[in-house]
């Protein structure tokens, strides 16, 4: 994969930026589930760990400045006035893509580095850990959580009852995982098991 490609670049961007739009108020359910499985086919496909440090960074940059953009609008009170802060919106737009973005690209680069065969897995176990992470760490900042893009879908959604939105998140990248190894893998096994997972989350959202 030709990194060095500007279009590869800005289309990293618009992936993570299309997932924030599974969060309210839009709930675009498949725009999410879909950028997710294209990072995960990117990072798949990644034949250095720096360059899944750079596919992660920039899908995470993109998720975060999209998905915290509104905060932008505190900073606009009184922007008339010698008061304003509307000066720092360039600020947390690059703060959100350059820092909030290591919570993608760390994940995507020790799972290439570590991950050897089962690179991917290693990526959802990390990307699990580090969502965690943003919970509490430098005073916790747990919005955009993945597992958060099911909230209009009751069945699915009563899981974070039993693993909180962090399982929900890892169980939902399992299922983009699953996905992806039967289309293009052609492989059954691991998808048949993350299935009966999936079927005993919605059953346990039913009863």
Same mark, same amino acid.
């Given at each position: 994969?030709?990194?060095?490609?500007?279009?590869?670049?800005?289309?990293?961007?618009?992936?993570?930026?299309?997932?924030?739009?599974? #969060?309210?108020?839009? &709930? /675009?359910?498949? @725009?999410?589930?879909?950028?997710?499985? $294209? +990072?995960?086919?990117?990072?798949? %496909?990644?034949?250095?760990?720096?360059?899944?440090?750079?596919?992660?960074?920039? #899908?995470?940059?993109? &998720? /975060?400045?999209? @998905?915290?953009?509104?905060?932008?609008? $505190? +900073?606009?009170?009184?922007?008339? %006035?010698?008061?304003?802060?509307?000066?720092?919106?360039?600020?947390?737009?690059?703060?959100?893509?350059?820092?909030?973005?290591?919570?993608?690209?760390?994940?995507?680069?020790?799972?290439?580095?570590?991950?050897? %065969?089962?690179?991917?897995?290693?990526?959802?176990?990390?990307?699990?850990?580090?969502?965690?992470?943003?919970?509490?760490?430098?005073?916790?900042?747990?919005?955009?959580?993945?597992?958060?893009?099911?909230?209009? %879908?009751?069945?699915?959604?009563?899981?974070?009852?039993?693993?909180?939105?962090?399982?929900?998140?890892?169980?939902?990248?399992?299922?983009?995982?699953?996905?992806?190894?039967?289309?293009?893998?052609?492989?059954?096994?691991?998808?048949?098991?993350?299935?009966?997972?999936?079927?005993?989350?919605?059953?346990?959202?039913?009863?």
């Amino acid at each position: 994969m030709a990194m060095k490609k500007w279009h590869l670049f800005v289309g990293l961007f618009f992936l993570g930026s299309l997932a924030t739009y599974g #969060f309210a108020p839009d &709930y /675009f359910l498949w @725009g999410a589930l879909a950028s997710f499985f $294209a +990072l995960i086919y990117f990072l798949d %496909t990644a034949k250095t760990p720096r360059e899944s440090f750079a596919i992660g960074h920039l #899908f995470g940059a993109g &998720y /975060f400045v999209f @998905g915290l953009a509104w905060i932008t609008n $505190a +900073l606009q009170v009184d922007a008339y %006035t010698y008061t304003h802060f509307g000066w720092l919106i360039p600020i947390f737009y690059l703060g959100c893509g350059l820092f909030m973005g290591l919570f993608f690209s760390l994940p995507s680069y020790l799972s290439r580095k570590y991950g050897k %065969t089962k690179k991917i897995e290693l990526f959802i176990l990390l990307f699990t850990l580090f969502e965690w992470s943003r919970e509490w760490i430098f005073t916790g900042l747990p919005w955009n959580k993945l597992g958060a893009i099911w909230l209009e %879908t009751p069945l699915v959604i009563q899981s974070v009852s039993l693993f909180w939105t962090t399982g929900l998140s890892s169980m939902t990248l399992l299922l983009i995982y699953a996905v992806y190894m039967l289309i293009l893998k052609k492989k059954w096994k691991t998808p048949l098991v993350v299935i009966a997972l999936w079927v005993g989350l919605i059953f346990y959202g039913h009863r």
